[in-house]
């Protein structure tokens, strides 16, 4: 189908999101009949399946809680917004660290012992710029702590035909930033805890709980877009993967669960926080279960990246920026060979980066994370790009036992089966983060 009726198409899904009337799955059919788009194919199989499905409560959820600005810029900017046809072009998604400071000490984190930088404003303007005309459809916004840098706020507003999602702890946000996420509606907030008060307050500070929590209040009343990014380790594990904290988060107004497995890197790592071999796979059917059961999107990252090609930075599909301007494989692996500069292209950057072009090497669709998947491997590919400090990488060694460990007891547990979700999952990574 041509441009002319694709248009046609995300017009017809606008309405749909407006409307959400009895009109809704007949509609839907007949867009997916019309159109060649796959991503619009898929997602129409979706609302399709099973109307029973707690999926359908996500819509509704979606048309109710959502205001229409905030609803309307996801789909055009993001899901439903084609990619270029150049052949040299930037990766679908960027992380962008705005700032290495932060206002929390949390256990783990080394970011209070860096020293203090945040990115200039024009090379931030730059990259936006330069890769969203290239093919980059989601600008990844962390830190530090993002929400720090409010002198970066207008530049959401500048960039009205991008798509942003924010990591931030929540403590900052308040009425005036939530008014201003509400107008500009292209920005999907991603609040980082650890469960509810007691695991949260432990490893980021008294209170910050609450003070998230009142951010979420803000953001829910002015209709923003937002859901949680969960750091499951042992200790939390049977709290955050229950139905109850889901429960809580949903009621609370958050439409995504994004749960991130612990990587022992940063301020003395803790490897008691890695998860055993059995509780990673454990995470998948949890999280299965939980979006089976209740409104609200729960992805698991480690395991629902499969169907792009597991690891971002190894399949090319996404880079990470420091707060330097340094082009690093992704926000865990702080190696960087070269860096951004204004003026230049993105994809020129990218291409005198040694790091980025040697992890490619690790590719495979089955490795989520080469770090703790592949650590000796990646422990040599960095010793070849940086020699000179080869004598000083150390800190993966002690990954190699708990590798065996994983890698001996994968026949051991069941493959997790395909769901509703699984399948939108696959739409959510292949719409945002595909290279085609």
């Not at 930037?90 to 962008?96: E, G, K």
């Not at 190696?335 to 291409?351: F, H, L, Q, R």
């Amino acid at each position: 189908m041509n441009r002319l009726g694709n248009a046609m198409i995300q017009k017809i899904l606008f309405r749909l999101i407006r409307i959400g009337d009895k009109r809704l799955l007949s509609l839907i059919q007949y867009a997916k009949n019309l159109t060649s788009l796959r991503s619009i194919q898929l997602l129409a199989n979706i609302f399709l399946s099973d109307k029973s499905h707690p999926f359908f409560k996500v819509i509704e959820r979606f048309v109710t809680e959502v205001n229409p600005t905030c609803r309307e810029k996801i789909l055009k900017n993001l899901f439903l917004k084609l990619r270029g046809g150049s052949k040299n072009i930037t990766p679908p998604t960027i992380f962008i660290s705005l700032t290495s400071r932060c206002n929390l000490r949390c256990t783990g984190c080394s970011a209070h012992k860096e020293e203090p930088y945040d990115m200039e404003i024009p090379l931030i303007d730059w990259i936006i710029s330069d890769s969203k005309n290239k093919g980059t459809k989601l600008f990844v916004l962390a830190g530090g702590e993002p929400f720090l840098r409010r002198d970066v706020l207008p530049l959401l507003e500048k960039h009205d035909d991008a798509y942003f999602q924010i990591f931030t702890n929540g403590t900052l946000i308040d009425e005036t930033i939530a008014q201003f996420l509400s107008k500009i509606g292209n920005a999907l907030i991603l609040f980082s805890l650890e469960g509810l008060s007691e695991d949260t307050d432990l490893r980021r500070g008294e209170n910050v709980f609450q003070r998230i929590t009142h951010a979420m209040d803000l953001l829910k009343e002015k209709g923003v877009l937002f859901g949680i990014s969960v750091l499951v380790t042992p200790r939390n594990f049977e709290m955050v993967t229950s139905e109850d904290f889901a429960n809580e988060m949903t009621r609370r107004g958050a439409l995504f669960a994004w749960y991130l497995t612990y990587k022992p890197v940063g301020d003395k790592p803790d490897m008691s926080m890695l998860l055993p071999p059995d509780q990673r796979y454990q995470l998948s059917q949890k999280v299965v279960e939980i979006r089976n059961a209740l409104p609200i999107i729960a992805i698991d990252h480690e395991n629902d990246v499969s169907p792009i090609g597991g690891c971002l930075a190894t399949s090319g599909i996404g880079i990470h920026i420091n707060a330097k301007g340094g082009i690093e494989p992704c926000g865990i692996l702080h190696y960087s060979d070269t860096a951004v500069k204004k003026g230049e292209t993105i994809e020129v950057s990218m291409s005198k980066s040694k790091i980025l072009q040697e992890i490619r090497s690790l590719y495979t669709s089955s490795t989520s994370c080469p770090l703790i998947d592949r650590p000796n491997e990646l422990l040599q590919l960095i010793k070849k790009v940086f020699p000179e400090t080869y004598d000083t990488f150390t800190d993966f060694k002690n990954l190699e036992e708990y590798t065996k460990l994983f890698k001996s007891r994968q026949n051991d547990f069941p493959t997790v089966k395909k769901d509703l979700y699984t399948h939108l999952s696959e739409y959510i990574f292949r719409t945002t983060c595909s290279m085609n």
